[in-house]
């Protein structure tokens, strides 16, 4: 069984009045051992109360790149159709650059219609654009010059403005729980991101990712990841109720760490937890997981 690798989202409800509590709070992961930060994407307001206010996740890990040394870097997730390949390409493979190559780009092709029709982009397009971006972002990365011909770029003779860091980029990873989300992972992806499964449903999408894989061998190249919901005791925070909290709705040490333990059995080896605290809990949810859950995984 692979070593479990735990990082933490930094998707809170941050202060308007302390523009530096999302910086420390990276500095803070980064000293307790944590793995990597992520930072996900609205662009309207969710609903959920625990999404407040949200950063955008590309500026956000840019300046997590600049006040932290080893801590990697993770869009979970990035809607990719809101993007022109192009754009994506380049910002991504800059945030890889001045990063020193701990950037993950982790993509899914979202969910909330609002936000395409704020954008202009057809929320029906929203599949076939991530596989046209995702391929001509592949060649930007790997070409130069770069030619592509896709339903939505077209790129001739294209030299990107700013090459990667990391020769042929940035692993990419696939968030979805559909085939073609599972597909996608397989044709584009260094890796397949999941949400809140529990063990038994990790063992039966990895299964399904060898039955609509060309070659099943194809399968475990792929790194298995997820984010899972938790809320520490004794802290505030809320859980959308249609999910199941990491250790579970009442979690101690030991119901989370025989999740993180069955999880790693089925095959998972990177977990982002969420921590839905607010803004002055986090630092505290960070520091019970790395005292009373971390030491256990070892």
Known sequence: MSP???????????????ASAALRAARHAEDLGFDHAAAGQRLLESGYSVDGYLSDPLVLLSALAG???RLRLLTSVLVAPYF????????????????????????AVGWKADDFD????????????????????????????????????????AHLGMPPGTPGGPPVWVGGHSDAALRRALRFGDGWYASSLTADELTGMRSR??????????????????????SPPGLPGEVPSERRPLG??????????DDLGRLAEAGLTVCTLWLPSMEGQVEKAMDWIAAEVMPQLT
């Not at 709705?249 to 760490?257: F, G, I, M, T």
């Open 4 to 18: 479990l690798h735990l990082g933490v989202s930094l998707q809170q409800r941050w202060s308007p009045d302390d």
């Open 67 to 69: 006040a932290t040394t």
């Open 84 to 107: 022109p390949a192009v754009l994506l390409a380049n910002q991504a493979a800059t945030l890889d650059f001045v990063s020193g190559g701990r950037f993950t780009l982790c993509v």
């Open 118 to 157: 704020a954008i202009g982009v057809p929320f029906r397009e929203r599949g076939a654009r991530t596989d046209d971006s995702l391929a001509a972002i592949k060649a930007l990365w790997t070409q130069r010059p770069a030619d592509f011909d896709g339903p939505f770029t077209t790129l001739r003779d």
């Open 209 to 230: 990712l060898r039955e609509v894989a060309a070659d099943p061998g194809d399968a475990d190249r792929l790194t298995i990841a997820s984010v899972q919901f938790l």
């Open 248 to 257: 579970g709705r009442k979690p101690s040490a030991a119901s989370v760490v």
